[in-house]
């Protein structure tokens, strides 16, 4: 009889335990899969990859991993809140650094505090236009323009409940219109806002009510563009920005380093 068969049982059971723990003992002495060697070496790979790619770019590992990058986007230090504009007015555009915006209410930071009879005459004018009612019509819509709102139509020709905002361009100064290049600088901001939706980061508002605010036309930095067309001063007592700074122009108004003050000052309030 083969020696392995005459064992006795319990000499089977300490053999069988005796492999077992050498087993344990091996696997836990083992060197890590390839696989699990790989995982790692790939995290490793996207998180130093995501700190040098652009804001948006796409990571191709091989042929068939496909990882989308996009960095998180920090808001500059100041910002309140963002507005949507609805397209801008040729006749919206005061003069070169200031323009009139309407803000649909639904899209608004601040849609809760919208006055309570402002709602009501907005019902009720729909319903008076419906009946044909125009002078009750007409009555609403003054209580709605009174109180700092307007109904006007949106893309699909919806009317819209949306709020009148005046914005201040932060950081430059541009000059009004009977100035010289005023005319010139008005012209040159309605051909670049107008029929446009705008993005505007509001920081603060100043002495006149007005919003002072960064505002982006379709990627565009508005204040860049001024500055860059010669048309506008960048201000800095009351605006830092390097990248603003930096900006060269074809210098069609005189340098502002050749000034005192403001050119009109005491009209605006530069913040």
Known sequence: MPRDMSASPEHCRERRGSFHGRTSVAGKSAPPSLVLVYCIGAIAL??????????KEELCLCSFWCIS????????????????????????????????VYVNIANHPESGNVPQEVHKAVIERTKAQVTKSYQRADALQKIILDAGYRQVPNMRGEHVLTKKYQIRLRGVDAPESLMPYGKEAKEELVRLVQRKSLKISIYDSDRYGRLV????????????????????????????????SKVTSTLLLPNMTQRTAPFHLTEKSML
């Open 69 to 100: 990058l996009t960095s998180v986007s920090c808001k500059p230090q100041g910002i309140k809140y963002e507005l949507h504009t609805l397209p801008v007015d040729a006749k919206a555009v005061t003069d070169g650094d200031t323009i009139t």
């Open 46 to 55: 996207l998180a130093s990859v995501g700190r040098t790619l652009a804001p």
């Open 213 to 244: 605010g960064d505002v982006d036309c379709n990627g565009v930095s508005v204040q860049e563009h001024m500055l860059k067309k010669g048309l506008a001063w960048y201000y800095t007592a009351y605006d830092h920005r390097m990248e603003l």
